[in-house]
């Protein structure tokens, strides 16, 4: 696409008077950029390292979808889908485009969705050159023949350099992602994490992806030699990326996917992954990725070395990376494979009693994806500084602009329809509570019972049904050393038997009670196969 095309198509939004178009510039011209533009330094690898300011994480409470009544009636307004005006919409994008004048633009066309019958072409407009960067390497990347025929299907114009002034602005802080579906236009102010241009894509691919029949998930997938893809659910931090980058299966993608009547799909071309603790022996992909290309955001380095210190959380937790998917040595290019065989829904369980891994039947399968239970880590969002047990509806409830019964009938369907084998996997404390004598499950611990999961030897071994959880528990697992085989029933971790019974009762309490206020129409069926109270 031509330059003066570009300029044009900005005109069309309002984008005028900007001093220089970057359009479509490779990372290695964007990274130059940011060094010169002073956004960054590089670390001792070539990745160009940035620091967010005052947001180091996705906020929440900044997020807004415009209430206008073509799409009123298919969004699930509350807490997640807080309403704004048009108008208010209008005023704020105003104020973005006034302050473009007379500065550089940086705009990327790319693709959220590998599988051509179902992608979404996506325009992103930026004011720093590193977040320019940053979508480059996580959407998908046309060839020279697709980017000829280009038509953005939806624009994000995201611009942190520009603050909101609540009492003007009707917002809850200097920041605001808001999603403008009428428009097809996300706009969003304040915030220099990068991952709000990312999830604020998710969330439209989490809209509209319905319509076609695609059933959109917020999960990691991958696919073994034979064709045996899997997928895993669970929200920032309980291990998708790190688990599903297996050396031994094909990586389709760390985050963000659809399943339709093909099969799985990535809806990106590239990963983005929290780096808190990260080793070259515990994660050797995602160490290596961390190279020119590369955006890492928060990390601290050493002033002369420029060598991370993956270890130092002072700026945020949730200090992160994110590169092309072809960073990773065995990624699926297309991210496309067949239909799973093995659905995991990930916890972080800082209670430390729910079991490291279990099988789920179909029912317990819906009711688990619907409660979408999990600890929030410290990081993920502004303002958690230590686990906090939650309950995110689809293991994604902060990107699912539709109502949750809508997409728990699509995962119902393919699980039917495809009959994949659900694991529950627990990758949070054991043998105590986050906050007593608990410790985090070890990382080598959960790869084997996965890796059991997925090569069917867990099909083969004796169940035990937990009365509590309501789940049934493998009393062996192929692969785990025999020293660590007793994690696998949690009530055996705990030194005090009475305060695990005590601790597990609580936890199951606090299922049902979520349940019984967030969906009381829900069947009779699935909510019997939930923990009892």
């Known amino acids: 696409m ?5 300029c044009e198509d900005l005109k069309n939004i309002g984008i005028i008077n900007t001093k220089e178009i970057h359009y479509q510039k490779s990372p290695a011209y964007l990274t130059e950029k940011a060094l010169a533009l002073g956004e960054g330094c590089l670390t001792d690898t070539g990745a160009l390292l940035v620091k967010t300011g005052a947001y ?3 906020s929440p409470l900044d997020r807004y979808v415009v209430d206008e009544p ?3 009636d298919s969004i699930a307004w509350g807490k997640i889908n807080v309403p704004i005006s048009e108008e208010k919409f209008d005023n704020i994008y105003n104020g973005i485009r006034a302050y473009l004048q007379d500065r550089d633009v940086f705009v990327f066309d790319g693709f959220a969705g590998a599988d051509p019958e179902y992608r979404l072409p996506v325009r992103v407009v930026n004011d720093l050159a590193s977040e320019n960067m940053f979508i480059h390497q996580l959407l998908i990347r046309p060839n020279q023949e697709e980017l000829d025929a280009f038509v953005p299907g939806f624009t994000v114009v995201a611009c942190p350099g ?4 609540p009492e003007r602005d009707g917002v809850h802080s200097e920041a605001a992602i808001i999603i403008n579906l009428k428009k097809r236009m996300t706009i969003i102010a304040g915030s220099r994490y990068a991952g709000e241009i990312k999830k604020s894509i998710f969330s439209v691919m989490n809209y509209f992806m319905p319509e076609k029949n695609v ?3 917020h999960c990691s997938a991958n696919v073994g030699k034979d064709g045996d893809s899997a997928i895993f659910f669970g929200l920032s931090g309980t291990g998708k990326t790190t688990l599903s980058a297996d050396p031994n299966r094909g990586l389709i993608g760390d985050d963000e996917h659809g399943w339709s009547d093909h099969g799985v799909f990535n809806f990106e071309g590239g990963c983005y992954a929290k780096t808190i603790k990260l080793s070259k022996e515990n994660e050797p992909d995602i160490y290596n990725a961390i190279r020119f290309g590369s955006l890492v955001e928060n990390v601290i380095i050493d002033p002369e070395t420029r060598v991370p210190d993956y270890d130092d959380g002072s700026i945020t937790e949730n200090t992160r990376v994110g590169y092309p998917v072809n960073y990773i040595s065995n990624a699926v290019i297309p991210g496309v494979a067949g239909h799973p065989k093995t659905v995991i829904f990930l916890t972080a369980d800082a209670f430390g009693v729910l079991p490291p891994i279990s099988k789920l039947t179909t029912d317990a399968a819906m009711y688990h994806f619907v409660s979408g239970f999990t600890s929030k880590l410290a990081g993920t969002e502004r303002g958690v500084t230590e686990p906090t047990p939650t309950f995110s509806t689809c293991f994604g409830e902060p990107f699912m602009p539709r109502p949750a019964s809508k997409y728990a009938e699509m995962m119902g369907e393919k699980i039917e329809t495809y009959k994949a084998n659900v694991y529950l996997v ?3 404390w054991s043998g105590g509570p986050a906050s007593g004598e608990g410790k985090r499950m070890k990382l080598p611990y959960t ?3 996965i890796t059991a999961a997925l090569n069917g ?12 959880f309501n789940v049934e528990v493998p009393q062996y697992c192929p692969g785990l050393p025999e020293e660590a085989q007793k994690v696998l029933n949690p009530r055996d971790t705990w030194s005090d038997k009475e305060a695990y019974d005590a601790m597990a009762k609580k936890l199951a309490k606090m299922f049902v009670d979520n349940f019984a206020k967030k969906y009381p129409d829900m069947p009779k069926h699935i909510v019997d196969a939930g923990p009892k109270a």
């Open 2 to 6: 031509s330059k003066n095309c570009i």
């Open 56 to 58: 180091t994480g996705r």
């Open 70 to 72: 073509e799409h009123h």
């Open 162 to 165: 520009y603050k909101c002034i």
């Open 215 to 217: 059933f959109p998930m």
């Open 426 to 428: 627990n990758t949070g």
């Open 447 to 449: 790869r084997a019972m």
């Open 457 to 468: 030897d867990l099909e083969k071994v004796e169940y035990k049904h937990d009365e509590i």
